[in-house]
């Protein structure tokens, strides 16, 4: 089969008809008005511990990878990998450096990763379309394998995962749920406004010629492989921020196996059901790929009481779950974003 | 030296598996376009439909219809499902279609036969054969000389027939392929059919060697490098691509892993691909996309 442009088959050029610009900018403001002040009041440790961290997190980890495939067109399967960079980076900074305050060691971890990000990235010169997941994903068991294999990264800890050190900024403990909830927060406020401005720049604009045609872009004078690098260094850099927060603010240890293979999926899902090649998108495939398992959990707990076994229940859960992702896919083609921007819009007019 | 060209030869006998595993992929990518990650899903699920089957003392032949006849029903029933409604869609969007699919089918498969470990005995004995200086397990030679039929099968099925010829024409050119009467909808499920066929070809080969366990599915990491280095249209590359990593695979285990101080079978394949990538970008036998403005 040939095609006019990988790259263009791979994520296809769309517009998507969002309110206004200064109504963007105001949602935003109540949305984060709403999780600053709206939830302490109401969220109990559950709430945070299993819903509003990870979804959080899991959204910026989205919002990584939808930085290098969503809006820059380079396909992607080393998320997991990339976050394990960053939480292993992070650990390490916070470990050797102690006099590092923790806002830098999580800026540091996560430039750490877009340095991986970069490395793993220039394949992608040469590789182009759905072959680039292969670069990826042997960076993906490659660095995996690399920081269960050499002991140096865990600081020689006899188990493969180790306990994260305390966090506190400015002598304030944020160890309690709503500690860690505000950290999170912050941090996927301050990246994704970062984000923000920096698909609105000419570098963002630079990903979208090149994603909507490579060819087209290099013939205009559009920096190629300096857009491609780029995406990949600012996308692995957020999941490095991301994988530093899932790692400290949600599992409480530092654990190669949480980054694997099954990671990168997730964040594929994330941005492939959210919308591809939006930031909001990220924050909604997060919360459906966070919260179906719960939802389906407390269903079927619900509705078979404790009866069936659990690997039963799984199953049945593992079915539901493809399932969803399917129709999803089939209904929805430019995510769950549109869904709501069409929504949007039937109440305004 | 006989120790390395054992090594060689074990390498190599496990790369002719990895080809047939790597062949259901390049059938349903010519036909559909689509990088189907459920195959490893379909490996099991025709690995533990057998099996069971053959535990409620089927004979092994009417077991082995059985789920043929279900393996071309989930043909029929994801053209219908998957498919047609993402017909024109993105690549990406396939590839996450068929995740999808591979959860329901893996999900099914264990719902309704149960998660444990099965053993398969395919009556072959897993004796050494000497053959001049090295020695060769029988079951791999077996299941290699098998695989290796399989192969030669359908290549001659899909150069000779005119399934084949269609096949080949909907992979060059989807549209002008529909406009000249060929029936896409017939072909795809036809093609998934086949897919599902090598599905349970490969899932008692392996299934015999390492039980039948959902570990199975885990047979599509170890056949994606061989398909990049291989391209993801030509069926030759799937068996060149599956000797060349097989082979590496083995001697890299042997050789590298010990100075690295562990197995290295996780990621070695796939920094082999990269490799092969580099110097060609469609893999040794896939065709070169022409890029246009």
Not at chain 1, 308 to 323: M, P, T, W, Y
Not at chain 2, 88 to 108: D, P
């Amino acid at each position: 089969m040939t095609s006019a442009s990988s790259a263009a088959d791979l994520v296809p050029g769309r517009r998507l008809a969002w309110p206004a610009l200064p109504l963007r900018y105001a949602g935003f403001a109540v949305l984060l008005a709403l999780a600053v002040v709206g939830v302490p009041l109401v969220a109990t440790d559950y709430w945070y511990n299993a819903i509003l961290i990870p979804f959080l997190i899991m959204a910026l980890a989205g919002l990584g990878l939808n930085l290098t495939m969503g809006y820059a067109g380079q396909a992607s399967l080393g998320t997991g990998a990339f976050m394990a960079v960053g939480a292993y980076a992070t650990y390490n900074l916070l470990l050797r450096l102690p006099g590092l305050p923790l806002p830098a060691s999580l800026a540091l971890g996560g430039l750490i990763a877009g340095l991986a990000g970069l490395v793993i990235g220039l394949p992608s010169l040469r590789i182009k379309g759905f072959y680039l997941i292969a670069p990826t994903l042997a960076g993906q068991f490659l660095i995996e394998w690399t920081f269960n294999q050499v002991g140096w990264f865990s600081n020689y800890a006899s188990s493969s995962s180790i306990s994260a050190p305390r966090l506190a900024i400015l002598g304030r403990d944020l160890s309690s749920p709503a500690g860690r909830y505000a950290l999170t927060l912050s941090s996927v406020a301050v990246v994704t406004a970062i984000a923000w401005r920096l698909v609105r720049s000419q570098t963002g604009r630079n990903w979208r010629a090149v994603r909507d045609g490579e060819t087209a872009a290099a013939v205009i004078g559009v920096p190629v492989a300096r857009a491609k690098l780029s995406a990949f260094f600012a996308g692995a850099t957020v999941c490095g921020v991301a994988g530093a927060l899932w790692a400290f603010a949600y599992l409480g240890t530092v654990d190669a196996r949480s980054f694997d293979l099954d990671r990168s999926f997730q964040a594929m899902f994330i941005i492939i059901i959210g919308g591809l090649g939006s930031l909001g998108g990220s924050f909604i495939g997060s919360a459906f790929i966070v919260l179906t398992p719960i939802l389906l959990t407390h269903l079927s707990e619900a509705v078979l009481g404790a009866g069936l076994d659990g690997g039963q229940v799984s199953n049945i859960q593992r079915v539901i779950f493809g399932a969803l992702i399917i129709s999803f896919l089939i209904k929805e083609p430019n995510g769950l974003v549109a869904l709501i921007v069409r929504l949007w819009r039937r109440l305004v007019r | 030296m006989s120790f390395f060209l054992e090594t060689l030869a074990g390498g190599l006998l496990a790369g002719v598996m990895y080809a047939l595993v790597a062949i259901g992929f390049v059938l349903i990518y010519k036909a559909s376009g689509v990088f189907n990650y459920a195959q490893g899903a379909m490996v099991l699920c025709a690995a533990l439909t057998f099996v069971t089957l053959t535990e409620r003392d089927l004979p092994f032949w009417l077991a082995g219809l059985v789920t043929l006849a279900i393996m071309v029903t989930l043909a029929v029933a994801v053209e219908r499902v998957l498919l047609r409604p993402l017909v024109n869609r993105s690549q990406m969007t396939l590839f996450m279609a068929t995740l999808g699919l591979s959860y329901v089918i893996e999900g099914i498969a264990q719902l309704l036969m149960g998660a444990s470990v099965h053993e398969l005995d395919l009556g072959i004995p897993d004796l050494p054969v000497a053959l001049g200086p090295i020695q060769l397990s029988r079951f791999d030679l077996v299941a290699a000389a098998s695989a290796g039929a399989l192969v030669i099968a359908l290549s001659l099925f899909f150069e000779r027939t005119r399934i084949g010829v269609a096949l080949r024409a909907v992979a060059d050119d989807p549209q002008a392929a529909l406009s000249i009467g060929i029936r896409l909808p017939v072909l795809w499920a036809t093609v998934w059919a086949v897919a599902g066929f090598v599905a349970l070809v490969a899932g008692l080969l392996w299934g015999a060697r390492q039980g039948v366990q959902f570990s199975l599915t885990f047979v599509v990491l170890k056949a994606l490098p061989v398909l990049i280095i291989g391209g993801f249209t030509s069926i030759a590359g799937a068996i060149v691509g599956g000797l060349i990593v097989g082979a590496a695979d083995a001697l890299a285990e042997i050789y590298l892993g010990p100075l690295l101080g562990g197995s290295v079978s996780t990621w070695f394949a796939y920094l082999l691909a990269v490799a092969f990538l580099l110097v060609r970008p469609a893999g040794l036998f896939g065709e070169r996309a022409i890029e246009r403005v």
